[in-house]
């Protein structure tokens, strides 16, 4: 996940864009550590793209595993289920994309 987290944090600050980074950085790593333990079957990997648009970001991360993620509400007990929680609520949009095979799952910032 750090070479992700990096990869979108440096690539966006050469581009211009240097605001919310730290959602950014956030939002990166759920997306990534997501689809490494639910979307990437044995032997394939995922895809980190980011797109500005004027004054948005968007983070796609695709891969090749089956299912569609959902956020979730976990109780408080409960060991794992918030980063989807945490990366749609700093979100200022969210979908998913279906493949054959696989998704890419896509949030958008506002920035600046």
């Given amino acids: 996940m750090r070479a992700a987290r990096t990869f979108a944090v440096e690539t966006l600050t050469e581009w211009g864009v240097a605001d919310r980074l730290d959602d950014v950085r ?18 394939r990997e995922f895809c980190l793209r980011l797109v500005v648009d ?11 595993g089956g299912g569609c993620p959902e956020v979730t509400h976990p109780d408080v007990d409960d060991e794992g289920g918030r980063g989807l929680l945490i990366a749609r609520a700093l979100a200022d949009d969210f979908g998913v994309v279906p493949h054959v095979p696989g998704k890419t799952v896509w949030l958008v910032l506002k920035v600046g």
Avoid: Q, Y
């Fill in 26 to 43: 956030v939002c990166v790593s759920e997306l990534a550590t997501n689809a490494v333990l639910h979307g990437v079957p044995s032997g």
């Fill in 54 to 64: 004027g004054a948005l970001v968007r983070i796609e991360v695709r891969d090749s």
